[in-house]
């Protein structure tokens, strides 16, 4: 640690807030240059390729500097914050240590140095990429005195003059709407200034719904923008359909969440050989049951619903076929047949598709499964899902049929053997005891590695969720 007169300044490094991730973004500061922070305040709340993670920071002090505006991917490893800490004052107790470089000189900004072959500690509980880090170049920042250099680093990546002095901004002033990048990029494209937008989304986050809303507002009684009258020689073009943004297209960066999820399926696809089967069943005894559990006091609080005893019937068959729940290991040559179920419910969220999994969902009742299963939706929905939630999983369910869509061929989650598809349930004509009558019917899809499960094992398995959810007695008499 580099000891100063009265002060040192600590550099805060972006974290491995996974396994083995290298690099995340930067979503939101909850601090800017002036603020004080203390041991475990968290600063700013970063999205990796798993999750929306939350930063605290390890020591007491005052921000010097934010070395990266919100909406950047940075390098785990990379400095992001810069903390004055008072007296050279040692972390507290249990904190990690975190590289202390001096104050910034009057020259140029310093770039951080990569991590060489010492291990840097990170936040407890962190792990730490061993691989170089990078940054990228930054323009040179003009000769200013030592206590102004900070300032000026955050002032040049926010396109500003530096202020003579570090001086802590108005709480009214720092506020800033909050909107994920590409809504931000929407505004942009759109010429909104998202101060002036009526947020809708929870804890009031501006949507793109609400970017919309606000140029129809602005355009309702004069557009702002006029658009030049074609020449008389051309025909005139057909109006847009109100629906349509008034820019022609709009570019979302993919990255994170999206980014991880869409290598994963490409990975997936191309390296397992899928099959996936169908059966098509009436389920209109389980959707009888549903409401009967629903009056159930055992079950008082507990959100109710088909995909409980779909679940519950899938944990069901594995049991009678576990051969299901396994995984190919392509560098040991083995098939590895797991003697525990993480059962995965793929969710869809505002950053992509995510498949937090239930934890040895073997072992549970049906109301622990319940409450298991309502607190991953409620989780996934507020965008808190962990990483260590999305690891593990040996087989996954996907719902699909709350779209309205029959069914479809899912691709498995990486490291996976199957993945069951629901479709949507609805009335429809079947046979029922020799005669045609409207009936609960629903549509199964099961994709299966044909590397390790076979025809006849995927059949099965198939066979035993149909049979149960059609005469859900049978999960007395086969659990």
């Known amino acids: 640690m580099t000891t100063m007169t009265n002060a040192s300044v600590r550099e805060f490094k972006m974290p491995d807030v996974g396994e083995g991730l290298t690099e995340a973004e930067i979503l939101k500061w909850y601090v800017q240059p002036g603020d004080t922070v203390t041991d475990g305040q968290v600063v700013c709340e970063v999205e990796t390729a798993k999750a929306a993670v939350e930063l605290p920071i390890p020591y007491d002090g005052v921000v010097r500097a934010l070395h990266f505006p919100e909406g950047t991917t940075v390098d785990v490893g990379t400095s992001i914050i810069a903390v004055e800490v008072a007296g050279g004052a040692a972390p507290a107790a249990g904190a990690p240590a975190a590289e202390t470089e001096p104050a910034p000189a009057p020259q140029e900004p310093q770039e951080p140095k990569a991590e060489g072959s010492g291990r840097q500690p990170v936040l407890v509980g962190y792990g730490v990429a061993t691989s170089a880090t990078r940054r990228r170049p930054r323009k040179a920042a003009p000769e200013a005195p030592a206590g102004q250099a900070a300032v000026s680093v955050q002032a040049e990546l926010n396109g500003r003059t530096p202020a003579p002095e570090p001086v802590a901004e108005p709480a009214a002033a720092r506020q800033r709407p909050l909107a994920k990048p590409p809504v931000r990029k929407l505004a942009k494209d759109l010429g909104i200034d998202l101060a002036t937008v009526i947020p809708t ?50 570019r979302i960066p993919v990255k994170g969440v999206r980014k991880a999820t869409a290598a994963a399926m490409v990975g997936s696809a191309f390296t397992a050989p899928h099959v996936t089967e169908f059966v098509t069943v009436d389920v209109t005894r389980t959707m009888k049951l549903v409401e009967e559990l629903k009056e159930d006091k055992e079950f008082s609080g507990l959100r109710m619903n088909p995909l409980l005893l779909i679940a519950k019937a899938l944990l069901v068959a594995i049991r009678r076929n576990p051969e299901i729940n396994a995984s190919w290991d392509e560098a040991a040559q083995e098939i590895v047949v797991k003697h525990y179920v993480n059962l995965g419910i793929a969710a869809a969220t505002p950053r ?10 073997h072992a549970k009742t049906l109301p622990q499964l319940a409450e298991s299963l309502g607190e991953l939706v409620s989780t996934a929905r507020e965008g808190k899902t962990s990483p260590s939630a999305m690891q593990g999983g ?11 869509v029959d069914t479809g061929t899912p691709i498995l989650n990486p490291g996976e053997s199957a993945i069951l598809a629901v479709g949507a349930i609805k009335p429809q004509p079947w046979v029922h005891k020799g005669k045609v009558k409207p009936r609960q019917v629903t549509t199964l899809a099961l994709s299966f590695d044909h590397r390790l499960v076979d025809g006849e094992l995927g059949s099965k398995v198939l066979a035993d969720v149909a049979a149960i959810l059609e005469q859900p007695k049978r999960l007395i008499t086969w659990a």
């Open 352 to 361: 992509g598709l995510i498949v937090p999994n239930i934890k040895d969902a």
């Open 394 to 404: 040996t087989v996954t369910i996907t719902n699909v049929g709350v779209f309205g």
């Open 201 to 250: 989304g929870p804890d009031g986050i501006i949507t793109r719904e609400d970017v919309h809303a606000a140029v129809s507002a602005t355009q309702a009684p004069e557009p702002e923008v006029q658009t030049p009258a074609p020449a008389p020689a051309a025909p005139a073009a057909a109006p847009a359909p109100a629906s349509y943004d008034t820019a022609r297209e709009t």
